[in-house]
């Protein structure tokens, strides 16, 4: 069987869903595009978004370990590219995504131009470029919504059919970056060294924030999924 059929709704692949969360805007774009996502792949993917995450304290550090060891625990990761300049806490997600080899795909809808890339290179500063196990899906928002539009009968059909497309065409390369073989190729003790100063590097607390058997536990489900 397929690992694709495996998975359906029954092991699915948890994706960190990292982008901004300031406004009304970014907020329910995010929960939309994330339900979308789990429906259209028959709940293949599971998406965690960190505005749904419940925190325990309000302090700055709790959330971020919180998000970190978000990071480091979900299979794949999706990170929202969007803006003339990229969101701060989404490039650290990213490049910590980076670190431990977790396969990733960059979505950009924003149609401006932006980075200090040439006129073939992607839209955003290039130390955010280049790296393994990464795809990019970019489109123009603009033109995607005005298709979606055309024949909606309301602003309700118009974000269903707008949504159904980027969930659609995020799904795929998901699936096609899935596929993609790790760096440390089976490395174990490579493998284990990466995930244990990940808890260590960052410092604040995030050690202890994880449980003892986080790191083992981890490594095993992603081993099971076919990841490492």
């Known amino acids: 069987m397929a690992a694709t059929e495996r998975n359906r709704g029954v092991n699915p692949f948890s994706v960190y869903f990292a982008g901004e969360l300031f406004d009304h805007k970014h907020l ?18 599971n ?13 700055a550090v709790d959330i971020r370990n919180q998000d970190l060891k978000q990071v480091m625990a979900c299979d794949l990761g999706l990170f929202n590219f969007d803006g003339t300049d990229l969101d701060s806490g989404t490039v650290v997600e990213f490049m910590v995504a980076k670190f431990l080899d977790i396969p990733s ?4 809808s924003d149609f401006r131009s932006s980075g200090d890339q ?21 489109f123009n928002a603009m033109a995607w919504y005005q298709k979606a539009r055309e024949d909606a009968a309301d602003v309700n059909e118009c974000s269903s059919r707008l949504y ?7 799904i795929g ?17 490579r493998i284990r060294d990466l995930y244990e100063w990940a808890t260590r590097f960052p410092g604040g ?4 924030f994880c449980e003892p058997d986080f790191v083992d536990e981890v490594i095993e489900s992603k081993r099971r999924k076919g990841l490492l």
């Not at 040439?118 to 970019?138: Q, T």
């Open 28 to 45: 329910i774009g995010n929960a939309i595009l994330a339900e979308a996502i789990e429906r259209h792949s028959d709940c293949r993917y």
């Open 118 to 138: 040439d006129k073939d290179g992607d839209a955003w500063n290039l130390m955010c470029s280049f790296y393994p196990r990464v795809r990019v899906l970019g």
């Open 47 to 59: 998406c965690v978004v960190p505005q749904h995450l419940e925190q325990a304290t309000g302090r």
């Open 105 to 108: 795909v960059i979505l950009r």
């Open 205 to 208: 607390g995030l050690e202890a």
């Open 173 to 189: 390369q998901l699936d096609a970056v899935r596929a993609d073989p790790p760096v440390a190729e089976s490395d174990e003790e």
């Open 164 to 170: 159904a497309r980027i969930a659609d065409a995020v």
